[in-house]
Structures are given as C-alpha cells and as structure tokens.
C-alpha cells in the first residue's frame, strides 16, 4: 500500500466575512450506521443525503465483501441490498478499514457473531488505535480475535458458529463499543444487555428500531441500560441522512470568528446526545438560532444562523464530554479567541482518537502562540487572539486539519497545515465551502501551500 501524497495548505484572515446559506456533508455516524443495518436487513435499503467520505466508503467497501449489494445511484443516494441477520458471507480478502474507528469497531460487531473468518487492517492512525474495548467483550459472545500488541490491527476474527448473547458494562462512553456490542446481539438468541456509564450518542438505537427491531432504553444514573431482543428480522427502511453536526462545527466556528459573519446552515442533526457543542457556545455568549425544527427518519434536524459575535471563556464540565467528544479541538480555537479563559474537563477519550486529540490540539495552539495548559485530563486554552504563524502537525487527523484551518481564519499572521488530505474522511469539499462563503466574491482564504 502507498500513502496518498500530503496536501499543505495555508490559511488566513479572508478579506470578506463569512455569509449565505450552506449545507454540510451527511453524518458519519448515520452514514455507517446505514449502510450496516441496511446489509443486515431484508430487503432493500434506500438511503439519501450518504456521507461520500473515505471512512463510509470503506464502510461500503466491506459490507459488498461480505455480500450485501451496495449501489450508489446519484450523489449521496445509495441502495443497499441485504441478506438479514446472520446472512452476510466470509470475505475473500482482507477488510481494509482506512482511517476508520467507527467502522473498524463496529464491523467487528458484526464479524463476532457469524461463522466467518476475516481479517482487518487500516491506515497507519488506526493501526495505532485501541481494539480490545471491543474484542474483549466480544469474545464471551464465543468470538475469537488475533491481533498486534495490545489487541491492534491487522487482526484475525473467527466469529462464533453460534453466538451467546452478551450482558455488559460499557468501562468507557463509547457509542462505537456500545454498537459493536448491539450489532453481535442481532445474532444472538435471547437478550444483549449492555449498561453504559455516561449517555453516547443513540444512533444505534435509533436505526435498530426504524429497521424492526425491539430495544429498550432505561435511564440508570448518568448513563443508560439497553437491552436487544436477538435474531430480529430486521426490514429493509429508508434512511435519510442529516446533516452532520460535528462537520457543521467547523462553518459555524469559522462565522463565529470572523467579524461581521452570518451564516445559515441547513439541515443539521440535533441528537441531543451530539449537540453539547451548541450548548457550549451559548454559554460562552453565542447566539445559534434553530429554524425549520423537524424529524427525519427518527432524529431531530433543523438550520442552525450563527452571527459573529464576541465570546467569553468558560469551564466545560466532564460530563458534556460524550455529547461532544469530537468538538474539542475546534471548541479550543474558538476558546482561544474568547475573552478570558477556559477550562476543558475530562478528556481523557481524546488520547485514543485518529491522533492524541488532547496533545495535538494543545500543539496546534501552543505553535501558534496560544497559551495553552493540560492538567491531568483537561485542557486548560488562554483567550485573547490567536498570533498564528505556524504549520500545524495534522497526525493524520481530518478534524485536527479542520481546526487548524479554521484557525488561520482568525489569525494574525495565517496558519499552514501540513496535510489536509485526511479531511476527505470526513467532509469533502470542505475548503472549497469555505472559501465559497466567504462574501462579496473575496479572495480565497484556504490556499494550497
Ligand atoms: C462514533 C463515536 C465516537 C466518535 C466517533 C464516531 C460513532 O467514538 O468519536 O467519531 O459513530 O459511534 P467513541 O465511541 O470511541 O467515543
């Protein structure tokens, strides 16, 4: 395999604020999510507003090799055709999952509880990222896994001929251990039960219902208890995907920061298990207004309009974490250009991301003159206007190199990154939208070097 050639790119303050209307790409999670269940199901899957990212891509990629007809017939609608619960088919080769946590670890969801051998690898990021919080409780289902050192791809699955249902406590809030988990009990007879201690993110959930599935939600402390009645018939339903609202962070970043923007952004998702970033914001004096509040297929969405506006640092309790695990590195630029200073806690998840999130986020800043401290698990950022000037160190990170683009936009003297190519796992044309809403026909402020 050959890495993909890196793409420097330069950011810096556009000569016109950020205005119009703007949709963002679809959201990864559902995006997975739909393209499983549909493989899992009977019938055929009819899905628009797909994320045509490289992570779901992958996603695809795997679930046609175990047999599932997967046809893309415009942008972002997609077909799925699946062969139900305990259906899928051994691949004939290995299962190359990209930059791919989520689908890594919720393909091994699947994998565990079929009669199948497969292997599985991924890029150098997720080569390095931990897999035994899946594996582990996936083997009392009867699975059996081969990995590297501490359980890290490539690794060798050997799915259970007939699998146990599993009962669990999620030790970390991870909607990603949490769904594998969910997805193995769909071949399970009986009842999965899993207990997470903090509430992640119910797509899983959701999508299980809309498919015919019976899951049931207790609420037990900060956390919740699910429980699967096994081997469903799951139907083939349509899904439509909204818009992704970690992808929508980066826009409404940009127009927070820029004076004089005002940006609609149409069409978001507002799980209130993902929008503890807008929740933030507010706190930190930010005006986001929801217009147009609607449901689509199961999960609430709406416009977001962002103004500029001047913010203020606050403290961010451990307990927002889960609800907006990926929206830290942006949330510390943004932090960054507040006044006064804000106190991240509880990051400790950030560590084992598509790079250390927590110390690549305080490099991003510290290299470009922010003051910046971590303690323990919180990062602690030092408003007052980000000086700029240096090239940020991506990791392989597609929200890093968002962030940091997003930065130079507020800077004084622009900010480079070394590679911007991994943004495509998660949002392409990200850099072309950016430059596009910048008003009154300016200047590209995103620039190849
Ligand atoms: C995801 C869950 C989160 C998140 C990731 C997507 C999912 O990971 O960071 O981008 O789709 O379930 P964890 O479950 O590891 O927190």
Not at 61 to 88: C, F, I, T
Not at 236 to 247: C, E, F, L, M, R
Not at 264 to 285: D, S
Request: negative net charge; hydrophobic residues 45%.
């Amino acid at each position: 395999m050959q890495d993909p050639p890196q793409r420097p790119l330069l950011s810096r303050r556009p000569s016109a604020p950020l205005a119009g209307s703007i949709c963002v790409p679809g959201d990864k999670s559902i995006s997975h999510r739909a393209l499983m269940f549909g493989a899992l199901a009977v019938g055929e899957t009819a899905i628009s507003g797909l994320l045509e990212g490289e992570d779901v891509l992958r996603t695809a990629a795997a679930m046609r090799a175990l047999g599932a007809e997967v046809v893309q017939d415009g942008p972002g609608a997609w077909r799925v055709a699946g062969r139900g619960v305990g259906g899928l088919v051994e691949p004939a080769d290995v299962l190359d999952m990209g930059n791919s946590g989520t689908a890594a670890r919720l393909l091994c969801g699947i994998l565990a509880s079929l009669p199948i051998f497969a292997v599985m690898t991924g890029d150098a990021s997720l080569r390095r990222r931990p897999m035994r919080r899946v594996t582990e409780p996936l083997a009392m289902c009867g699975a059996r896994f081969a990995g590297r050192e501490g359980g890290r791809l490539p690794l060798a699955i050997e799915g259970a001929g007939e699998a146990l249902p599993l009962e669990y406590r999620v030790p970390v809030p991870s909607a990603q251990v949490k769904s594998a988990l969910l997805l193995c009990g769909l071949n399970a007879p009986g009842i999965t039960r899993i207990e997470e201690p903090e509430a992640t993110r119910d797509h899983s959930e959701n999508m299980l219902r809309h498919f015919g599935a019976v899951v049931r939600v207790e609420a037990a402390g900060a956390g919740r208890v699910i429980e699967l009645d096994g081997q469903p018939e799951l139907r083939a339903a349509d899904v439509v995907v909204p818009g992704d609202p970690s992808s929508a962070a980066f826009p409404l970043a940009a127009a927070l920061l820029v004076p004089g923007s005002r940006l609609r952004i149409a069409g978001v998702g507002l799980n209130p298990l993902r929008t503890g970033l807008f929740a933030t914001l507010r706190e930190m004096g930010a005006v986001l207004a929801v217009e147009n509040a609607r449901t689509e297929g199961g999960e609430p969405v709406g416009d977001i309009v962002v103004e500029y506006v001047a913010l203020r640092g606050i403290e961010v309790p451990a307990e927002r974490a889960p609800s907006m695990i990926d929206e830290y590195p942006i949330l510390a630029v943004v932090a960054a250009c507040a006044v006064g200073t804000t106190r991240m806690r509880g990051l400790k998840e950030l560590r084992v991301k598509e790079s250390d999130r927590l110390s690549a986020t305080a490099a991003m800043l510290a290299g470009n003159g922010v003051r910046v401290t971590i303690e323990g698990d919180d990062l602690i950022v030092e408003g007052g206007g980000i000086p700029g000037g240096g090239r940020v160190a991506t990791h392989m990170d597609h929200r890093l190199a968002m962030s940091a683009l997003v930065m130079g936009l507020a800077s004084r003297d622009g900010v480079g990154v070394d590679d911007a190519s991994f943004i495509d796992t998660s949002f392409p044309g990200f850099v072309g939208l950016i430059n596009d809403a910048i008003g009154n026909g300016g200047a590209p402020a995103l620039v190849a070097g």
